[in-house]
């Protein structure tokens, strides 16, 4: 892994990967706090949906047969003979000349085998004149007899029981990620709670002697920490809880004392971003170093270099139970830089940690076509910020071969690794191959979607 070979994209995250022992433990989450958890166990439903034939319309419960000749002008006159309403067992059975008013989502009673709806009917009061218009108001005084107006099929506005799902059917899958339906779902078939994975516990260190806090003054040459926010922000959307280790001065005391923190934690992952590179100041890879192994890599990317990945563990005396170590990511300081090393490198190890399924650890890919010439050095891969045309309703336009059409953020000018104000700007990275040194306009190019959230 190490030498001086420069490593792909692919073998650097592979080598990431391969120190994943398996995805966080499950827990359970209440559904009031389950949107965007990612599911550790398939669910399965415990009840069919719905329990029990129940109507689709206010209207009443017969027999289909004794409509079956019903018209406007030769309307068929039914008994009342009782009601069931939405929440209430049916209490008497549908016989032949006999009608029951039922109300939306109530079982059906018994002896009916179809739903007139009340549109198609006309109240009669005891003596047989109209107690209403036709249609009446569904809740009104229940009539003594109904004229129905038309003849209605078997089955005729019934909602059978499991039509929607049969008890035990599967409806939720391992590794989905809970949505707002999702969690109707699951509350639509009784459940109140469900097993996820717990959130990965990510700290996140800046470093830098130069580097404050946002809103602190900056004295001669200070700048303002944009990374640790940015990373909270990056690790939050990508699922992870993140927890703040602070901006460390670059002295190995100060870095080991706040990866220890964060060890003691229980992180099952750290961030720290800066001092990586090889400069008298660079500390955080021995810092890395007291607690467990890591390499600096020189992946064949651009920007990303230099880049320290490892795993490590809080003193045994600290922390108790036997867990998994905690994946080290050094990454360079320049934001831009944390930036694209995060989406490349940690977003997906968080994902996959997190539980997420294979297919599910990546950006949604794409294919886009420059709108401009751009040049990178040859030899790496260049993850360059683009934004993307789109039409007035916010939808990126395609070409006839549905290829998006992206510009650089910033403009060419705007992709150095320092350029903050470009990166804001992106819709997505589009990825230039190792081996072009520069890339034409109309150069077909994939595309990976950034969070516009
Ligand atoms: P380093 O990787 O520590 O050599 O830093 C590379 C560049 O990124 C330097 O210009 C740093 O000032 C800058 N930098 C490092 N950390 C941060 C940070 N947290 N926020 C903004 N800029 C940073
Ligand atoms: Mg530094």
Same mark, same amino acid.
């Given at each position: ?222 700048? $303002? ?80 270099? $230099? ?12 922390? $108790? ?10 990454? $360079? ?121």
């Amino acid at each position: 892994m190490s030498g001086d070979r420069l490593l792909s994209v692919e073998e650097a995250r592979d080598a990431v990967f391969a120190a994943i022992e398996g995805p966080t433990p499950l827990e359970i989450a209440w559904l009031s706090e389950a949107r965007g958890r990612v599911l550790a166990e398939p669910v399965t439903s415990p009840i069919a949906l719905p329990p029990w034939d129940n109507s689709a319309m206010d209207g009443y419960a017969i027999r289909a047969t004794d409509v079956g000749v019903a018209t406007d002008d030769a309307p068929v006159r039914l008994e009342v003979i009782g009601e069931v309403r939405a929440g209430q067992a049916p209490d008497v059975t549908v016989q032949r000349g006999t009608a029951v008013r039922i109300a939306t989502g109530a079982p059906l009673s018994p002896g009916a085998d179809a739903v007139v709806p009340v549109e198609a009917t006309t109240p009669l009061d005891a003596t047989g004149a109209a107690a209403g218009p036709r249609g009446r108001d569904a809740a009104g005084p229940l009539p003594q007899a109904v004229m129905v107006h038309t003849a209605v099929p078997t089955g005729g506005s019934i909602r059978p029981a499991g039509s929607d799902l049969v008890a035990g059917s599967r409806i939720l899958d391992a590794g989905t990620v809970l949505t707002p339906a999702a969690i109707g779902l699951a509350a639509g078939v009784g459940l109140d709670h469900l097993s996820v994975r717990r959130r990965p516990v990510v700290g996140i260190l800046a470093t830098g002697d130069e580097v404050r806090s946002p809103g602190r003054d900056l004295g001669p040459a200070g700048i $303002p920490d944009a990374n640790g926010p940015g990373l909270v922000a990056m690790v939050e959307a990508a699922g992870g809880d993140p927890r703040v280790l602070g901006i460390a001065k670059d002295r190995l005391e100060d870095v080991k004392a706040r990866i220890c923190a964060g060890l003691i934690e229980g992180a099952d992952a750290l961030i720290v971003s800066g001092g990586v590179s090889v400069g008298p100041y660079d500390v955080v890879r021995a810092g890395f170093e007291a607690f467990g192994t890591v390499q600096l890599w020189r992946v064949a990317v651009q920007p990303g270099k $230099p880049f320290a990945f490892g795993t490590g563990r809080a003193p045994a005396d600290r922390i $108790p139970e036997e867990r998994p170590p905690a994946l080290l990511f050094g990454l $360079p300081g320049n934001p831009v830089s944390t930036f694209v090393t995060f989406e490349l490198f940690v977003r997906p190890a968080i994902r996959r940690l997190a539980g997420h399924r294979d297919d599910d650890l990546f950006r949604p890919r794409d294919r886009a076509v420059l709108a401009g010439p751009v040049t990178k050095g040859s030899g790496r891969r260049a993850f360059v910020r683009v934004t993307v045309e789109r039409d007035d309703q916010g939808t990126p336009r395609r070409d006839d071969h549905g290829r998006v059409h992206a510009s650089l953020a910033g403009g060419q000018g705007g992709q150095g690794s320092h350029v903050l104000s470009a990166l804001a700007t992106a819709d997505a990275l589009a990825v230039i191959p190792e081996t072009d040194a520069s890339l034409a306009a109309g150069a077909e190019v994939e595309l990976w979607w950034l969070d516009r959230a």
